[in-house]
């Protein structure tokens, strides 16, 4: 990754070769995005009633706040309107609307210090979503919901692009996760014992990016760029949307990150070690 891509005119085509090559775009904030950021502000700040979403983990027991977010996550996740919202988003950034297939929309808290760092507000340490499954060409998209802060930020670790990283991810099984661990993230308040894959060698999380938007902007960047969040030392939980996409035909194709020199590929081989 060498650069950053700030409200560009490129193509879908052409931001997704450069997203395989590890680039990233940025968008301000725009009818159709700040659309999903006004709908995920309305559901959670309908949750939290009359405290601040972002502030709220310092009036609560830590078990209420899980069982808010409990309720409140799947309501968005699943929600028709998160659904139209995200497809009006995606035609109006320009992606071919009968090739892109989107995944529901995740809703992420990240706490404050250590008040909750596991299950539903899980503390992600440096991963590619590749090692969870995801295909070379998926498309990552992160949406801030609130204002955050560097210190509450998600961070990327670019030199990791073109560097294989030995990992956990012949341990993991996208289809047992689906049916055994996903739906009991609830039930991980103080530790989570559900096997992810990890690094398997030391990380040199320096040097790093972090991009710090404004609520309603959008940053996309591949699945296989090496990301994990940033230990929250704001103050502040940050709240925010993120999702996938994938374009049918460069899934057939194979087609996707060039990090790693054809990381798809190479899975089917090692899984393990890329
Ligand atoms: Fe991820």
Not at 73 to 92: E, G, N, T, W, Y
Not at 125 to 152: G, K, M
Not at 184 to 196: E, G, L, S
Request: hydrophobic share 35%; aromatic share 10%.
């Amino acid at each position: 990754m060498n650069t950053i891509y700030l409200d560009s005119n490129d193509s879908d085509d052409l931001r997704r070769q450069r997203l395989y090559q590890g680039q990233v775009y940025v968008y301000s904030s725009r009818p159709s995005t700040r659309a999903l950021c006004d709908f995920a502000r309305e559901l959670t700040e309908e949750a939290f009633g009359s405290l601040n979403p972002c502030e709220a983990q310092h009036h609560l027991p830590v078990e209420k706040f899980v069982a808010i977010l409990a309720d409140l996550k799947p309501r968005f996740i699943h929600h028709p309107r998160s659904k139209v919202l995200i497809q009006a988003m995606l035609a109006d950034l320009g992606c071919d609307m009968e090739q892109t297939y989107f995944d529901v929309p995740r809703l992420r808290t990240a706490a404050d210090g250590d008040y909750l760092k596991s299950g539903l507000a899980y503390a992600f340490h440096p991963h590619r979503d590749t090692w969870y499954s995801a295909p070379a060409c998926q498309i990552n998209w992160w949406l801030p919901v609130y204002e955050f802060a560097s210190d509450s930020a998600m961070a990327l670790h670019p030199p990791y692009w073109d560097k294989p990283l030995k990992n956990g991810s012949r341990e993991y099984d996208y289809g047992r996760w689906n049916a055994e661990s996903r739906h009991q993230a609830a039930q991980h308040v103080k530790t989570d014992t559900r096997r992810q894959p990890r690094p398997e060698e030391p990380v040199q999380v320096d040097p790093q990016v972090r991009i710090v938007c404004p609520p309603g902007s959008v940053y996309l960047f591949s699945a296989a760029q090496l990301h994990s969040t940033v230990p929250n030392t704001s103050g502040k939980t940050r709240i925010s949307v993120d999702f996938r996409t994938v374009i049918r035909n460069d899934a057939a194709e194979v087609v996707g990150a060039a990090g790693e020199r054809g990381i798809g590929l190479c899975l089917k081989k090692s899984a393990g070690t890329r």
